[in-house]
């Protein structure tokens, strides 16, 4: 089991910066450095959408290209929790973000179906 909770968004000006933290809980013998976690977002109307995966140890992300160079996903295993960088923000970035895992994700994946564990979200604002 794993539970996840998201914190960090808020309203910024386009062009401005925001850091997400997601705080990971995990139980049944597995710990959060054993997880590959992801961003995904979704704005009002659209489908979600994914934005940034990580691995275990961090090597090479996975990046949506509408954020590629301006969005930065990291991990502190020793403090649980994933981050989600995002510099040069757009009003196209506007949407509720989520981080999410999976029980058997061993590869960097943008199919959110994969994914059984999510969090309740937290909006993201940008304005014009």
């Known amino acids: 089991q794993v539970q996840l909770v998201e914190s960090g968004g808020g309203l910024v000006q386009a062009g401005g910066s925001l850091r997400l933290s997601c705080a990971c809980a995990?139980?049944?013998?597995?710990?959060?450095?054993?997880?590959?976690m992801a961003w995904f977002r979704q704005a009002p109307g659209k489908e979600r959408e994914f934005v940034a995966a990580i691995s275990w140890t961090g090597d090479v992300p996975l990046y949506a290209d509408s954020v590629k160079g301006r969005f930065t996903i990291s991990r502190d295993n020793a403090k649980n929790t994933v981050y989600l960088q995002m510099n040069s923000l757009k009003p196209d970035d506007t949407a509720v973000y989520y981080c999410?895992?999976?029980?058997?994700?061993?590869?960097?994946?943008?199919?959110?179906?994969?994914?059984?564990?999510w969090g309740q979200g937290t909006q993201v604002t940008v304005s014009s």
């Open positions: 995990a139980s049944g013998g597995r710990t959060f450095s054993s997880y590959y």
């Open positions: 999410a895992t999976g029980r058997t994700i061993a590869t960097l994946t943008a199919e959110p179906a994969k994914y059984d564990y």
